[in-house]
């Protein structure tokens, strides 16, 4: 499976954007995905994950509330839409997928095997 990530951008801050990571298979529907970030001179850290089915999500702290995560298993697409955008946001953001699990949404990246290509946002104050 390969996995490729778009919809990046400049936005300002308080705006809104939608990432779309799509994969080439439709055996993405048993991966866990997830969203990370990584902004220069960081680590790359967990944004959001969702479960094989989609019935789980878990969001990182500082984007709870303003984002959110979904799949459509039948697309083999899954979207992270982020609102309210604040300047600590920007970033690259990478999807990634694992079959480690089926309902763990791990946090570290060590569990996740494929990656896509990141895609840059970058919010205004």
């Known amino acids: 499976v390969q996995l490729q990530a778009f919809g990046g951008g400049l936005v300002q801050a308080g705006g809104s954007l939608r990432l779309s990571c799509a994969a080439s298979?439709?055996?993405?529907?048993?991966?866990?995905m997830a969203w990370f970030r990584q902004a220069p001179g960081k680590e790359r850290e967990f944004v959001a994950g969702?479960?094989?089915?989609?019935?789980?999500?878990s969001y990182a702290d500082s984007v709870n509330g303003r984002f959110t995560i979904s799949r459509e298993n039948a697309g083999t697409t899954v979207y992270l839409q982020m609102n309210i955008l604040k300047a600590e946001d920007t970033a690259v953001y990478y999807c990634?997928?694992?079959?480690?699990?089926?309902?763990?949404?791990?946090?570290?990246?060590?569990?996740?095997?494929?990656w896509g290509h990141g895609t840059q946002v970058t919010v205004s104050s």
């Open positions: 990634a997928a694992t079959r480690s699990s089926s309902y763990i949404i791990y946090r570290n990246t060590g569990p996740y095997n494929l």
């Open positions: 298979e439709r055996t993405f529907s048993t991966y866990v």
């Open positions: 969702t479960s094989r089915d989609g019935s789980l999500r």
